[in-house]
């Protein structure tokens, strides 16, 4: 069956189609990309707080410990954690 010239140019639209297997790459790529800027801004977060956390430690000595500074060892943890487990995620 011959379509007519303007028929044939519509049906593609000159947009290559993409395979399964390259949409999969794509959202992979996309994804990996995503967790990178978590893991970027969760390590801006955790050097943030060890920050303070060294600071206080600095001005107060360890013998004294604030409730406070606890919390924030306490998210430091979760953070390290949690960056951990992403960064094992991406290889």
């Known amino acids: 069956m011959h379509l007519p010239p303007l028929a044939e140019q519509s049906q593609g639209m000159g ?4 395979t399964e297997d ?3 790459q794509e959202r992979l790529q996309k994804y990996r ?4 800027q978590e893991l970027l ?3 801006a977060k955790l050097h943030q707080l ?5 600071y206080y430690l600095d001005k ?3 013998a ?3 409730l406070d ?3 924030k060892a306490e998210a430091v943890e979760k953070l390290a954690h949690s960056v951990r487990t992403k960064m094992k995620e991406l290889q």
């Open 50 to 54: 060890s920050g303070e956390l060294q």
């Open 33 to 36: 990309l995503l967790r990178q």
């Open 15 to 18: 947009v290559p189609m993409k």
């Open 41 to 43: 801004h969760e390590a």
């Open 22 to 24: 390259q949409v999969n």
């Open 64 to 66: 004294i410990l604030s």
């Open 60 to 62: 107060n000595g360890s």
């Open 69 to 71: 500074m606890l919390k």
